[in-house]
């Protein structure tokens, strides 16, 4: 299949830019020590397979693409594993990239020069990332790339590694010059109020009179064109009663659909929290109300505190991360952000942006849940903005806070490209590296 994807794209090459591996016998077979070496084998319908036969085998089938520096390729293959425990871990892509003779060459990505006083790197070997999985359960890995303004060449290898048994097939294996990303801006916002002294025209606190105080700066960030909009752990009720149950109501329901009107008039996504009910159990529940005014999505808070273990709140079991206009969005609930795995989780199912409605907590962790994951993090807090404590506002893939709020009662905002790689020196595209590098977790 990849001779005949060469022999297509020889008479199309200079309309669209493809490149492929031309001659026969190109990819060669590679491996830190022979014996550690899978067992290769390229049939004749141009799949490449390695399997494995034997505890630490650890090698890869590498071609090299020529390319043109500084123009924008877009990397795709199917992967078929069978018989191999951790799938994400064993089977990797590894792309890297050369100047002429084999010369390293400057990556086209700034990294930060707060670190090393400079913003200028190496190239780094990227990791491309799974893209989709098909119906008959092989995997499309798929990434675009800016290659290195002075890079002459891709160097693609094709990984089976730390698997006792089991092969892997790849298939479908192309590089193709296309169009540069453009830019994927996406402005987030937060709500600081801490719904102290609410009440209604009756004078009572009420979960209405919370939902109405909210209203005027949900208007206010909408006003300045956001595209999500989190609001604070509770919000339905903090204030009201201590007693979650009591305020408890299903998804859908009355907040859900309050919000939802709100989410429709101004074209945006809106994560309320509130205490939701479902038969005899409670949860603590974050729900993605998309521009239609529909439910997008729900999480239910998984790490739970003493006190809400006490009021006998039930915690989820489930990490899922939803697709919206403007990318994939996960949601965590305060004491989530104290435990790294749930992060992982949502980082792991593809989540660009977290909302995280909490009532307060540790601002380090915050960063950390940023950096370890290379998510966007969007915290809704009732902390007070003055104390060293947790704070209501955007932060960025490397923990930093890129908005911040300093008053009650408003609206904090950041726009942020979510096509931009964040790089590190030395370590080039950290997020993509995560899901093949990290260690393995118990569920798998």
């Known amino acids: ?52 036969e034997k505890p630490g085998t650890n090698g890869h089938f590498l071609g090299v693409f020529p390319i043109k520096g500084g123009n924008t390729y877009e990397f795709s293959a199917v992967r078929i594993a069978e018989n191999i425990e951790h799938e994400r871990r064993s089977c990797v892509v590894r792309i890297e990239w050369y100047g002429e003779n084999g010369k390293p060459v400057l990556s086209p990505y700034k990294v930060n020069p707060a670190y090393f006083g400079k913003d200028t790197d190496s190239a780094r070997p990227d990791f491309p990332r799974d893209f989709e999985t098909r119906k008959d359960g092989s995997v499309l890995v798929k990434e675009t790339y800016l290659a290195p303004e002075d890079a002459t060449e891709a160097h693609i290898q094709l990984h089976l590694r730390w698997t006792d048994s089991g092969k892997v097939t790849w298939r479908d294996v192309n590089l193709v010059e296309t169009k540069p990303l453009p830019p994927r801006l996406v402005k987030l916002a937060a709500v600081h109020h801490n719904l102290s002294g609410i009440t209604g025209e009756n004078g009572k606190k009420s979960v209405t009179a919370n939902r109405e105080a909210l209203v005027p700066l949900i208007e206010k960030a909408a006003r300045q064109g956001a595209d999500l909009i989190v609001l604070g752990e509770f919000s339905t009720c903090k204030g009201v009663t201590s007693v979650y149950a009591e305020a408890a109501e299903p998804v859908p329901g009355p907040s859900t659909k309050f919000f939802g009107a709100l989410a429709k008039k101004h074209d945006t996504h809106i994560v309320a929290s509130l205490p939701e009910r479902d038969g005899h159990e409670v949860f603590n529940t974050a729900v993605l109300l998309g521009p239609d ?46 435990f790294p795995e749930v992060a992982r989780e949502l980082s792991f199912q593809g989540a660009e942006v977290i909302a995280l409605p909490i009532w307060g907590g540790n601002p380090r962790l915050a960063a950390a849940r940023c950096a370890e994951n290379g998510v966007y993090l969007v915290t809704s807090t009732y902390t007070n903005h003055e104390s060293n404590w947790m704070k209501t506002a955007v932060w960025d893939r490397e923990g930093n806070r890129i908005a911040e709020a300093d008053e009650w009662g408003t609206v904090i905002m950041a726009e942020v490209d979510l096509n931009q790689p964040t790089h590190w020196q030395f370590l080039g595209d950290f997020k993509s590296r995560i899901s093949r590098e990290a260690p393995v977790r118990l569920a798998e």
């Open 1 to 52: 299949m990849i001779r005949l994807l060469f022999l297509l794209q020889t008479a199309v090459s200079l309309a669209v830019g493809s490149v492929a591996i031309a001659q026969e016998g190109a990819w060669k077979e590679k491996s830190p020590r022979a014996e550690i070496a899978p067992k290769f084998t390229q049939p004749e319908n141009g799949d490449l397979i390695l399997e494995s």
């Open 293 to 338: 005014g529909e439910i997008i999505g729900k999480y239910r808070k998984v790490t739970l505190p003493r006190e809400e273990i006490q009021q006998g709140i039930s915690p989820g079991t489930e990490y899922p991360v939803f697709e919206t206009r403007f990318g994939k969005v996960g949601m965590m609930v305060c004491y989530d952000v104290f």
